[in-house]
C-alpha cells in the first residue's frame, strides 16, 4: 500500500552471528510453499557475504520473530551482494541472483541448505560501458515478477557520479539465465530532494535503491496494465514508493512477441 499503519519500535531480525556483526542489510523477500525467505548481505565489517534466513509464514504474520531459522551463508568467503531468490523452480532447482561485482550472475540449487553449488554460475548482464546510467556496477532489485511476457527485473545502476538509479530487465519465464530484454534508460533516477540528499540529514547522497516491488492487484502473473509499488530508499535515508503499469516498463515490441 501506500500507507505506512504502524512502526514497530524494535527490528524483526538482528545480526546473531560473527559474519553479520555489522549489519544484517538490504532484504529482499520471497514467499515459497509456506515459508517466507529472505536473502541478505551479512557484513561482518570487513566483507560483504550472501545469506539465507525463513520464517513460517504464520509467525510472521503473528510477528513470532524467535522462530526466524538462519540457513547460512550461501557462498562463504568472497564479497557478495544484491542476491534475489526466484519464487519457483525451474527443473526443480531453486534460482538465485547474486551480485560478484560488476556482474549480475545466476546460481541454482536443489534445496536451501548453505552453502549452494559453486558449480554451474552464468553471468546473466555486466554494468555498461562509457558514461551510461550503470557503468560502474550493477545489482538485483526487488525480487522477480512474474509477467504474461517474462520474468521482470527491477535492478539499480551506478555511474561514474556514484549516483544510484534504477532500471528494468526481463527474463525467459523458463530460463532465468535467459536475458530478453534490459533496459536502455532509468526508469527512476534521484531527483527529489530527500533522493538527492540533504546536507547533514542524508546517510548517502543521489541514491534511489528498492529492495522489493509489489501489484496493485495480487495475482499469479502480470499484465500489461497491470500496476507495481516499488519501494526503494532514498538517499539512504528515507522510504519511498513509486508506481507504474507493466506496459511503463516493458516496450511494446517484448510485449508483443507472440
Not at 150 to 155: A, R
Request: hydrophobic share 40%; net charge neutral.
Amino acid at each position: 500500500g501506500l500507507r505506512v499503519d504502524e512502526r514497530l519500535p524494535k527490528p524483526v531480525f538482528m545480526p546473531a552471528h560473527p559474519s553479520e556483526k555489522m549489519g544484517c542489510e538490504d532484504p529482499r523477500l520471497v514467499a515459497i510453499d509456506e515459508r517466507v525467505y529472505m536473502l541478505y548481505t551479512a557484513y561482518d565489517g570487513v566483507i560483504p557475504q550472501i545469506a539465507l534466513a525463513s520464517i513460517d509464514k504464520d509467525d510472521l504474520i503473528h510477528r513470532r520473530w524467535q522462530q526466524w531459522r538462519r540457513h547460512g551463508l550461501v557462498f562463504p568467503g568472497f564479497t557478495n551482494k544484491d542476491a534475489v531468490l526466484f519464487p519457483e523452480r525451474f527443473n526443480g532447482k531453486l534460482a538465485m541472483y547474486h551480485r560478484i561485482a560488476p556482474s549480475i550472475w545466476v546460481a541454482f540449487s536443489d534445496s536451501f541448505d548453505t552453502p549452494w553449488p559453486r558449480e554451474g554460475h552464468k553471468i546473466i548482464m555486466g554494468s555498461r560501458s562509457g558514461m551510461m546510467w550503470d557503468a560502474v556496477k550493477i545489482g538485483a532489485g526487488a525480487q522477480p515478477l512474474k509477467t504474461r511476457f517474462g520474468w521482470m527485473h527491477i535492478y539499480h545502476g551506478v555511474d561514474y557520479s556514484f549516483r544510484y538509479c534504477l532500471g528494468v530487465f526481463l527474463t525467459a519465464l523458463d530460463d532465468p539465465a535467459r536475458l530478453i530484454y534490459r533496459s536502455p534508460n532509468s526508469i527512476l533516477e534521484p531527483e527529489k530532494s530527500y533522493e538527492t540528499g540533504q546536507s547533514g540529514q542524508s546517510w548517502v547522497p543521489n541514491v534511489v535503491f528498492t529492495c522489493g516491488a509489489v501489484p496493485v492487484t495480487e495475482k499469479a502473473v502480470l499484465d500489461e496494465d497491470d500496476e507495481i509499488l516499488v519501494y526503494y530508499g532514498g538517499a539512504d535515508t528515507v522510504i519511498g514508493v513509486a508506481t507504474a503499469r507493466i506496459s511503463d516498463l516493458i516496450p511494446l515490441r517484448y510485449r508483443r512477441r507472440d
